[in-house]
């Protein structure tokens, strides 16, 4: 069992920055693949970024890319989203997912996901 706890939200002016970090717990938390998923107000959950368990690998939306950069610290069990430019389309709630065998952008293949974390970007 996994649990997850996203922080680092908050509200910011178009082309600010925020980073959200998800902390795991849990001795496994290196082998399990990670992503950060949104939510909008009225709209379906969406992929933003995704991480290989070793770090060597990622994967983003077209709409976050070269924006957004998705890490991790297996030392510290945490995985983060660097998040700069934003806009105000990037307003929503933001949650931090774990999966033991994949690492991409198919929702229905993470096993354990968090609360969320608001992010609200003014204009």
């Known amino acids: 069992q996994v649990q997850l706890v996203e922080s680092g939200g908050g509200l910011v002016q178009a082309g600010g920055s925020l980073r959200l970090s998800c902390a795991a717990s849990?001795?496994?938390?290196?082998?399990?693949?990670m992503g950060w998923f949104r939510q909008a107000p009225g709209k379906e959950r969406e992929f933003a970024a995704a991480i290989s368990w070793s770090g060597g690998r990622t994967y983003y939306a077209d709409s976050v890319k070269g924006r957004f950069t998705i890490s991790r610290d297996n030392a510290k069990n945490t995985v983060y989203l660097q998040m700069n430019r934003l806009k105000p389309e990037d307003t929503a709630v933001y949650y931090c997912?774990?999966?033991?065998?994949?690492?991409?952008?198919?929702?229905?293949?993470?096993?354990?996901w968090g609360q969320g974390t608001q992010v609200t970007v003014s204009s």
């Open positions: 849990g001795r496994t938390f290196s082998s399990y693949g």
């Open positions: 997912a774990a999966s033991t065998y994949y690492s991409g952008s198919y929702s229905s293949e993470y096993h354990y």
